[in-house]
């Protein structure tokens, strides 16, 4: 079972952006779906983006053109670049692929 460790997250201003990274610690190659969830504080945890293996994207209308899913798997990482990032876009930031636990997460707080 694949373990995945999330970083990159920060407090930047509204406007800003911010690159996060999932670094998984085995190999990528074979899993299929790859996503990035959030969750805000007292709401639940959603589905932000998702890569598959052929590297399809989708995102929810929420980020769409905003934030951009990429997939690197000679190094085992995913990341999520996201652009134009707004208040509403505060949240911890987890990553996930089948079968696997979730994570620490990495804290987004974008604030002014």
């Known amino acids: 079972q694949v373990q995945l460790v999330e970083s990159g997250g920060g407090l930047v201003q509204p406007g800003g952006s911010l690159r996060l990274s999932c670094a998984a610690s085995?190999?990528?190659?074979?899993?299929?779906?790859m996503s990035w969830y959030r969750q805000a504080p007292g709401e639940q945890r959603e589905l932000v983006a998702r890569?598959?293996?052929?590297?399809?994207?989708n995102y929810a209308d929420s980020v769409k053109g905003r934030f951009t899913i990429s997939r690197d798997n000679a190094k085992n990482t995913m990341y999520l670049q996201m652009n134009s990032l707004k208040p509403e876009d505060t949240a911890v930031y987890y990553c996930?692929?089948?079968?696997?636990?979730w994570g620490q997460g990495t804290r987004v707080t974008v604030s002014s």
């Open positions: 085995g190999s990528i190659l074979s899993i299929n779906a």
């Open positions: 890569i598959t293996i052929d590297g399809s994207t």
């Open positions: 996930k692929v089948p079968f696997s636990s």
